[in-house]
């Protein structure tokens, strides 16, 4: 599905304006973007493995924003064989520290698997499906559209969706946990392409002496 596809769906659905004094397509755009990092980050349908340098005796490692969340993090070694104390782990402390376990003891790589803030759409052909804006199968991409029905429905002060809650509902279900999100971490995880996290993400943790993300 392409960038405008989404957009005029949205507008025709809501009948938001797009005339030369009242033109609400630009906020739209800006909600089917929103809606992508909605879909990627709460259903990691789609990680991507990123070397990460680390250097001897540091643990702790700024990422940024350049990550929406980290799934799993190995050091690319045969694990057959290998005692359990020398595979890495990681926490998370807060939304951009990561901290490594056990600290390295020398200068090398580790690789981490995370889903990767994509780049905002700009031009009409723009998909979700292209790699730079996400790489969304598009058979998930009808999620977005309904994130974007939602929020414009919200804004329009819609009563035909209870000012957006019948898309929310389908969105994320009423509790926040199921809807189109659970029917898409269904698939994913039964297909099999989402490498399933060993270790748990743990919790706040304070921070002593952040470094630098190396990479």
Do not use: H
């Amino acid at each position: 599905m392409i960038f405008q596809d989404m957009v005029a769906q949205v507008q025709a659905n809501l009948g938001l304006e797009d005339i030369v004094y009242f033109d609400e397509k630009t906020y739209v755009k800006s909600l089917i973007n929103r809606g992508v990092i909605e879909v990627l980050g709460r259903t990691r349908c789609t990680v991507r493995c990123i070397d990460m340098r680390v250097k001897a005796g540091i643990s702790e490692y700024t990422v940024g924003n350049q990550l929406l969340s980290l799934v799993d993090i190995e050091d690319g070694l045969p694990k057959v064989g290998r005692d359990s104390a020398y595979r890495p782990s990681f926490t998370m402390i807060r939304s951009d520290i990561l901290r490594v376990q056990p600290t390295p003891s020398e200068d090398g790589e580790v690789q981490v698997w995370g889903v990767k803030r994509p780049q905002p759409m700009v031009a009409d052909e723009d998909s979700p499906s292209f790699e730079e804006f996400g790489a969304i199968p598009e058979e998930f991409q009808d999620a977005i559209v309904t994130y974007g029905q939602w929020q414009a429905a919200d804004y329009a002060d819609d009563a035909t969706s209870n000012q957006g809650e019948r898309f929310r509902i389908l969105f994320e279900g009423e509790d926040g946990r199921g809807g189109r999100l659970a029917q898409i971490r269904m698939l994913v995880n039964k297909r099999g392409t989402q490498r399933a996290p060993r270790r748990r993400v743990r919790g706040l943790a304070s921070v002593s002496d952040a470094s630098n993300w190396i990479g």
